[in-house]
């Protein structure tokens, strides 16, 4: 297909995804018309489902991978990991417009979204979440407007884009930080409710730190697929060095954990066979001490199909983390049940398929990818090489 | 002063005027009934059922069988997790003890529908229209209309025996533990006094509070005295320090390394990827 200077190829399974993104809107615009009862089965006991526990607070998190490279190239200048940067900055700001969409579907009263602009709840977790996830979202479009203009010229508006950059690099990295960690903090009023190996006062730290660990595995894996999809060489020196970050961010996640249950005396807990405490006994174990074990080999981490493996495993070990906190930990307060209907499900289908596709034609048509030779050429290489022996 | 209603558990016969009472002041449209295996009717609190009674047959052993009948509505905590975790400030604890949704009651519609209201109640209170395109949150709303013109609320009035008496919360408080000191039977302990930082609802009883549905451990301990808001705002006080305080680290970091780092050319290094 071609509309101009842009163009999007399409193959059957892109077309497949096209169509779940029809169906998607389809409805999105029967939840306008009919209310949030007749699409979804939550209830007074579920007030929050699929869009809010995955859609949202996985969407976000996964989007990690955004701030987490941005602090480890623009404000800690390690050069080598340029390459992928770009492509963590899109794929974290399409999350972060998944995630707003989400919401927008979610809330009940959405021609109020704007409310909270103007009438301060000051007091509320969500406040800081709201504001910060906005304005996040704005900056993450104008860095790569930054981008955009490279290809489409609009040199006035270019160069005020790129004179603010520092700045908005800085709180590109600040806004998340605080928001990931409000995400968390939004269960801290579900004290007594929340089982008590996820509730926690430390709850911001715990969220916050895992969507920052979780960057350079989202990363691995997307640079992964893209790699595979595009036919070019997989980033592995890259992906390899990165394990250094994740492995140390883990360790500390798990000690800090350990302490915490510890310290509020709900470490037996853990083991007393309910079903809270076996989902627990698989966080930390499959998605947490296996990862770390896995990125200290070397013979595993240097490896594609190693690393990409453990990487998988701190992925979905965040979004298991998540779950757990929705809904895991929640189940034996709230009482009542609660499983996605057909339309929770299509609806995020249809979120995640147009992620999909704007991926694609956004790293099609714009310079997002490293040129190859950069990457694993010889002559231009930006310091792959220490991460390669590593 | 802040009103209160005390309830005794000891005085309710589970008629269900209060039920009845409520519905019609406030004009609340019937929920179906259904069959169920508990004599609760309606079987929980909605958008349409701001309050109820519980039936509880409670077997002791060498005791005879004995009915309980626990009327429910908000608990209208003195800091409610509501109103501190609206982020439009749709719930507001007004001077007089009520809890109130702005919506309805002020004519203040900024309530954007999230539902953290609901995650944030301890006791499970907001309820949401499901059913409605453009659904408000509704609850108890302690008859704030009567309550303005010094009147009780319509479920205190409706009631025959005493179970429900409205007043001063203070005065409520002392009369309760009045009655649990003088008169024999009642368990040591009002329910809504400290749970949760305390409500202006306090139930007092001849039964333990946790066979008549009351959360009065969690997960193995008291439930928490200290009130939900205090405990959000022991993390999101720090927020403005965090803010200006990682954003000076994180420029004074990038200043620092950029010294070493060397200069590339962004534009030079990403072309889009070729898919023909």
Partial sequence: ?390 | MSKGVLVDITRCIGCRSCQVACKSWNDLPADKSEFSNSWDNPEKLSANTWTKVNYYLIEEEGQKLKWRFVKRQCMHCLEPACESACFTHSFVKTKEGAVIYKPTELNKDYCVGCRYCMIACPFGVPSFQWDKAFPYVLKCRFCYDRMKEDMEPACVSACLTGALKYGDRDELLAEAWERINTIPGYVKHVYGEKEYGGTSWLYISDVPFDKIGFRTEAFGKPVTTRSIPSLTWDVLKWTPALFFGWGAVLTIMRAYTKRRAEHIEESELFEPVDNK
Avoid at chain 1, 202 to 214: D, E, G, Q, R, T
């Fill in chain 1, 1 to 390: 297909m071609q509309f101009g200077r842009f163009s999007f190829r399409l193959t059957g399974f892109r077309k497949l995804l096209i169509l779940l993104v029809g169906i998607a809107a389809a409805v999105a615009l029967w939840r306008f018309i009919s209310g949030l009862g007749a699409v979804t089965n939550l209830s007074d006991e579920w007030p929050w489902g699929l869009w809010i526990g995955f859609d949202l607070l996985c969407g976000i998190a996964l989007a990690g991978g955004g701030f987490s490279t941005a602090l480890i190239v623009h404000v800690l200048h390690k050069d080598k990991y340029l390459p992928i940067v770009r492509a963590a900055l899109l794929t974290s700001m399409l999350g972060y417009i998944i995630a707003l969409v989400s919401l927008f579907l979610d809330i009940g009263r959405w021609f109020n979204f704007w409310r909270p602009f103007f009438y301060w709840g000051y007091h509320s977790v969500l406040f800081e979440v709201f504001w910060c996830i906005a304005i996040y979202t704005t900056v993450q479009v104008l860095e790569f407007g930054d981008i955009v203009f490279e290809k489409i010229n609009f040199p006035s508006l270019k160069r005020i884009l790129h004179g603010a950059l520092p700045f908005l690099l800085i709180l590109g990295i600040v806004l998340p930080s605080l928001h990931q960690s409000s995400l968390g903090s939004l269960y801290i009023v579900a004290v007594d409710r929340l089982y008590p190996l996820w509730w926690s006062m430390l709850i911001p730290f715990f969220f916050v730190w895992s969507a920052f660990f979780l960057g350079p595995a989202m990363v691995t894996i997307e640079g992964t697929l893209a790699a595979r999809t595009y036919g070019r060489e997989p980033e592995l020196p890259i992906f390899s060095s990165l394990t250094k970050v994740t492995l140390w961010m883990l360790v500390i996640y798990l000690i800090v954990k350990i302490i915490d249950l510890v310290y509020r005396g709900v470490f037996s807990m853990a083991f007393n066979g309910s079903f809270e405490s076996n989902m627990f006994l698989i966080e930390m174990i499959l998605f947490i001490i296996l990862p770390i074990i896995m990125y200290a080999m070397p013979s595993v981490r240097n490896k594609l199909g190693g690393v990409l493996t453990a990487s998988i495993l701190v992925v979905v070990g965040v979004v298991f983390n998540r779950v757990n906190v929705v809904f895991t930990g929640m189940a034996g307060a709230m009482g009542g049940s609660y499983f996605p209907s057909i339309w929770e499900w299509l609806m995020t289908m249809g979120m995640w398929s147009f992620l999909v596709l704007a991926y694609c034609f956004f790293v099609e048509n714009f310079p997002i990818m490293a040129k190859e030779e950069y990457v694993h050429g010889s002559g231009h290489s930006i310091g792959t090489g220490t991460g390669f022996q590593a």
